[in-house]
Each structure stands twice: as C-alpha cells, then as structure tokens.
C-alpha cells in the first residue's frame, strides 16, 4: 500500500512533528511505567512523583495539534488521546464507524510497519469526509507504538469542488465564443463577397467582445475574492452614478430608462468593488426587463436611503421576474436561469457572483424579492458609519 502524507489543515512539516512528537509521547510512557514499576518494587517514594517536564512538554504538543492523535503502545494499549480525537470518537452511530475504521488502521500499520490511510464518508449529523492515518513509530530504530491521526476535510473537499467546477465552467465557456470565432473566420476567408465580409466580421467582433466580457469578469471576481484593500469614505451616490454611466450604453441599446433617486449615504469600503456590484445589478435588471420583449417597457429604478445603522441600494425592475426556485442559486458563479437568454444578451454568468463577494466583503448582505412575470427587487444592504 502506497503511504501519503496528511493533507488539510496540517501540512508536510506539521505531519512529521505530529509524528515525532507521538513517538516521543509514547516513549516517555513507557519510560516511565518502567521506572514506576522498578520504584514500586524498591518501595522509592518516587513513584509518587509528578510527571517530568519533557512528558508535559510533549502532551500539551499533542493536545494542541489541529487534528485527532490517538496514540498506542507497542502492546497495542491506548497511551494517549488528544480532545480533537475524543471529539470524533464521541457515543455516536458515525463515531462507532470512525473508531472501528481507525482500529483497523492501526492494527495493520502496527503489523505491516507501514503508513496506512483512508477516507470514510459521513452523514450524520452532516455530510462530511473525515481522512483516517495510521503510521508506526519508532525511536532508535525500535517499534515503539502506532498513532493514529483524524482529520475532517469536508471544507477542503468542498473547496477542490467548487475550484474544479469552476474551471470546468470557465473553461466551456471560454471554449463557446472561440469556436464560433473560428467558423467565423474560416467563413471569411471562404468568401470575396463584400458584404458578406462585413457581417462576418462583424459577429467576429462581437464573440470577441463576448470572450473579453468573460476574461474580464473572471479577473474581477479574483481580484475580489483576494482583495485585502484598505476601507476608504464612500458616498453611495457618488457610487450609483459611474454605475449608471457604466451601464448607459446598454440601457440606450435596449431602450430602457434608468430612474435614479439617491440619497448621499456614506459607507467604509472599496469604491471599484462597490461600483462594479451596483453596475452588475443594473445590468442584471436591464437584461430581465428587455428580455420581457415589451414594446415600451418600464424602467428600471434605482434608489439608495439610509436606515438606522445601514444603507439600502434597491434596483428594482419589470421584467420576467426569477423563479422561486431559481432564488437560493442565482448568486452562483456561472449559474443562469435561462442558459439560451444569458448568452443571447451577453452575459458571463459571473455577474451576480461579483455581487455577492463584494457584499460579503463589505459585511453586508444581498436579498432579492421576485415574481415570475412581474419583476425583480435586489437589495443590497450594507453598515454605515458611525457618525
């Protein structure tokens, strides 16, 4: 069996010293059963003594680590149990299973002198995957005892999940606008018709822009997710007008009014991000509006007031609505209620992804309210300054 060494919370260096500092645990153990019993036959009061300094430096070692220890000797008793490992092994159904899987464990490293692990799915009282790890300890070149190590990787699971979703999505939809560049191109140089020249490189452009759109909005939504600026003083309608002038174009493209009533609400955050939030919005709501295919549609409105310890910026629009159902996902990175519409009207699928890491930076919240066939209400809701 192939050993590897732990992964999580507890890296390469971090698993050696756990190592270490588990043999030199179980050392000291023996150590001193050996020098208790030899005292106990001489009748020495020391058998009596405290334990030593490098006993209680090397158990507070242990009971620190981040991760479950559970330590035997080389008889196979138990020596040793941090609370990390208490905790997993406590009376329940899940933790009969771990404590079973762990025995094991350690039964055969102890026998085939050799590191052994395992993942064991759980769920109760939650889905999660706990990582199992048996090595055999030695000092001087003699077997000392086993230790075993627990570690739940249930976030760092979830995180590979969304990380490789992620990639498998940016990837599809990087993959969609080059390949329609390449038909497109290869259908112009097929061609001397003029016209036809014109429109084809036209679309080129078009899916061009489309692809830049992604690059970018992918960019933005790293550069949010790491951002570590400093807060600064920001009046929200400052903030409201770039959204807005950012957004023109495509408002006068759709013909769609953007009402603005705003209030000068100050808050501490990154002006860029907050920027970008309220203009994905906007877009968002200009997007569900014209997607109604009114010949006179109604305009989408943006306001921004002040409340006791917070600030509320509402967009607020009449278009198709969102379905309940839709609701709980939308604020997914790549995620689209209409795949066909999305992509007909420009959208990445990151828009409101943005939003949702730029509110959380700023600890905020986002709400949305929406009927299907009636409109869409996004809130963002932020904390003002004290005054």
Not at 261 to 284: F, K, M, P, W, Y
Not at 320 to 345: K, L, N, T
């Amino acid at each position: 069996m192939v050993s590897r060494p732990i992964v999580g919370q507890v890296n390469a260096l971090s698993f050696v010293l756990l190592v270490l500092v588990a043999a030199l645990l179980v050392s000291q153990i023996a150590t001193r059963r050996r020098l208790t019993a030899a005292e106990r036959a001489a009748g020495a009061e020391l058998a009596r003594a405290a334990p030593s300094a490098a006993d209680s430096v090397v158990a507070a070692a242990a009971a620190k680590a981040p991760i479950g220890i559970v330590v035997r000797d080389k008889a196979g008793d138990l020596v040793f149990q941090n609370d990390v490992a208490a905790d997993y092994l406590a009376s329940t159904v899940d933790s009969a299973v771990l404590a079973m899987r762990l025995r094991s464990l350690l039964d055969e490293a102890h026998g085939f002198d050799e590191d052994i692990e395992q993942q064991v799915e759980l769920f109760s009282p939650s889905p999660r995957t706990i990582q199992l790890q048996a090595v055999p300890l030695f000092t001087y070149g003699e077997r000392v005892g086993t230790a075993g190590f627990i570690e739940d990787l249930t976030t760092r699971s979830q995180i590979d999940s969304i990380r490789s979703d992620f990639i498998a999505n940016a990837s599809h939809e990087l993959k969609t606008p080059l390949g329609a560049m390449r038909l497109l191109a290869e259908a112009l140089v097929a061609t001397d018709d003029p016209e036809v020249q014109r429109d084809v490189a036209a679309k080129i452009s078009s899916e061009a822009s489309r692809m830049n759109r992604l690059v970018e909005d992918i960019l933005d939504l790293a550069e949010i997710e790491s951002s570590s600026s400093q807060p600064e003083d920001i009046d929200l309608s400052e903030v409201a007008t770039v959204a807005v002038a950012k957004s023109r174009s495509l408002a006068e493209a759709l013909g769609i009014t953007v009402r603005v009533s705003v209030e000068s609400v100050r808050v501490a955050g990154d002006r860029g991000q907050l920027t970008s939030a309220v203009a994905n919005i906007v877009e968002n709501a200009l997007n569900y509006t014209a997607a109604k295919g009114m010949p006179d549609p109604l305009p989408v409105d943006l306001r921004i007031w002040e409340e006791p310890g917070r600030a509320i910026v509402e967009v607020k629009d009449h278009g198709i609505g969102i379905p309940e159902r839709h609701q709980e996902r939308i604020f997914e990175r790549f995620y689209r209620v209409d795949r066909g519409r999305s992509r007909a009207s420009g959208g990445t699928g990151l828009g409101l992804a943005i939003v949702r890491n730029v509110v959380k930076n700023h600890a905020g919240e986002v709400e949305i309210e929406s009927v299907p066939g009636e409109g869409s209400t996004f809130r963002i809701v932020l904390p003002t300054q004290e005054k």
